[in-house]
């Protein structure tokens, strides 16, 4: 069964980074994209960015200048950086994996797994 | 962005009932459209792909359909452990973009 466990700090000051690890237990880590999500308080969620096992990413346009999304292959982890923090991204912070699939030459990727979220604030 | 809009918002609804919730895109997503389950705490539970694809585990009660920019999710009779929020998403193109919920409520 694949569990995913995620971590890092929960309360932020403006202008802060943001760093959370997610640990992927269970299953191959290759083969799949693993992505971050956030849902502010009472909203859907967000696409922040992903990764496959080989590095290479996506980011939503809107945090591109501000996310880093890095892979550990050994520790069959993957982490989020989100610099200059505001109250703006407070929100629940979720890892996932996406499973793939492929029509036509082009890869889709659906959020199946889940890790149990992290509630982020920014306060000062 | 693609943006995915459902309705309705709130649902107040009873044990039994038949249940539907629509989701219109922006643009056409073709199938590519996700149904997920979200109870308060816990991370969103995927229910449905391809717009009408079952995902193992999840009860015949649920069903969803649609093609283009129109998609429901329909419950065909409402159980006591399907109070809970239902997001939409598309997968068609990123970044993946949800709606914004459909929160059922116990009448």
């Known amino acids: 069964q694949v569990q995913l466990q995620q971590w890092g700090a929960g309360l932020l000051k403006p202008s802060e980074t943001l760093s959370l690890t997610c640990a992927v237990y269970g299953g191959s880590f290759s083969g799949y994209y693993w992505s971050w999500l956030r849902q502010p308080p009472g909203k859907g969620p967000e696409c922040i960015g992903e990764i496959d096992h080989s590095g290479s990413t996506n980011y939503s346009p809107s945090l591109k200048s501000r996310v880093t999304i890095s892979v550990d292959t050994s520790k069959n982890q993957f982490s989020l950086n989100l610099k200059s923090m505001t109250a703006a991204d407070t929100a629940v912070y979720y890892c996932?994996?996406?499973?793939?699939?492929?029509?036509?030459?082009?890869?889709?990727?659906?959020?199946?797994?889940w890790g149990p979220g992290t509630l982020v604030t920014v306060s000062s | 962005d693609i943006q995915m809009t459902q309705s309705p918002s709130t649902l107040s609804t009873s044990v039994g009932d038949r249940v539907t919730i629509t989701c219109r895109a922006s643009?056409?997503?073709?199938?590519?459209l996700a149904w997920y389950q979200q109870k308060p705490g816990k991370a969103p539970n995927l229910l449905i792909s391809r717009a009408s694809s079952l995902e193992s585990g999840v009860p015949s009660r649920f069903s969803g359909s649609g093609f283009g920019t129109e998609f429901t999710l329909t419950i065909s009779s409402l159980q006591p452990d399907d109070f809970a929020t239902y997001y939409c998403q598309q997968y068609n193109i990123y970044p993946y973009t949800f709606g914004q919920g459909t929160k059922l409520e116990i009448k």
């Open positions: 643009q056409s997503i073709s199938n590519w």
């Open positions: 996932a994996r996406a499973r793939i699939s492929m029509v036509r030459g082009v890869i889709r990727r659906l959020f199946e797994y």
